[in-house]
Nanobody, 115 residues
Framework: QVQIAESGGGLVQPGGSLRLSCVVS????????IGWFRQVPGKEREGVSC????????HYADSVRGRITISRDSAKNMGYLQMNSLKPEDTAVYYC????????WGPGTQVTVSS
């Protein structure tokens, strides 16, 4: 059974940084691409970034490009999202999943950017 758990969120001031982590259990993550998504109450979940199974192909949403770095450690079945220069509009619950969102959603981790 696939289980996902995100962590690393919190309250940070504008301009600050956070590193989100995602641990996946139930299968070997190395065979799959990883995507990070975020959702604000009342809005649809949106894709933020994704990384291929090999790590050789990476994509970012325009809204975060240049401020966020996605990475993975397939040996540990983990994915990461390094978030820098955070803005209030980055406030959301962040989730990881396949880019096609085929896995059950985890609980997400709350990121709040506020002074």
């Amino acid at each position: 059974q696939v289980q996902i758990a995100e962590s690393g969120g919190g309250l940070v001031q504008p301009g600050g940084s956070l590193r989100l982590s995602c641990v996946v259990s139930g299968f070997t993550l190395g065979y799959y691409a990883i995507g990070w998504f975020r959702q604000v109450p009342g809005k649809e979940r949106e894709g933020v970034s994704c990384i291929s199974s090999s790590g050789g192909s990476i994509h970012y949403a325009d809204s975060v490009r240049g401020r966020i770095t996605i990475s993975r450690d397939s040996a540990k079945n983990m994915g990461y999202l390094q978030m820098n220069s955070l803005k209030p509009e980055d406030t959301a619950v962040y989730y990881c999943n396949q880019p096609t969102a085929d896995w059950p959603w985890g609980p997400g981790t709350q990121v709040t950017v506020s002074s």
